[in-house]
């Protein structure tokens, strides 16, 4: 499966196949959220259970009408059975504080993280040597 990029959202290698892991460096548009739903549920119908980092350090926020597309509700019901670990590493507060809560009523181990070694270890994995 080839590596994802589109717009602010890039595909980190690991060194796990089942890991799968991003990193956001500005804002995410209403095309990037759909391409990154296609993407997962691709990944979804063709590998079933994986993990997920996302790095968002570099973010700059998101267009709030991308969470109501079709592609992005769906994707977002899939992971809930097919991810099984979710690391979030630089959310900000409020998004930091529903991934904990969400942790505690979804199906998936959510946790949130300031350190990105942290969020490897979490996942079990590391970034695949160039």
Avoid: C
Avoid at 1 to 18: E, L, R, Y
Avoid at 34 to 61: E, Q, S
Avoid at 98 to 107: A, G, L, R, V
């Amino acid at each position: 499966m080839t590596q994802f990029s589109h717009g602010s959202v890039h595909q980190i290698p690991t060194d796990a196949p089942d890991v799968y892991a991003f990193r956001v460096t500005g804002h995410i548009d209403d095309d990037t959220s759909a391409a990154m739903a296609d993407y997962m549920n691709d990944v979804f119908d063709k590998t079933g259970k994986v993990d997920m980092l996302l790095d968002l350090t570099g973010f700059t926020g998101s267009d709030w009408d991308s969470m109501l597309d079709g592609d992005v509700i769906v994707s977002r019901f899939r992971a809930l059975s097919n991810v099984r670990r979710y690391a979030v590493v630089g959310a900000p507060d409020r998004a930091a504080k529903m991934i904990e809560f969400m942790d505690k009523i979804i199906p998936v181990e959510a946790k949130a993280f300031e350190s990105v070694a942290d969020a490897w270890a979490f996942v079990e994995a590391r970034p695949a040597a160039a």
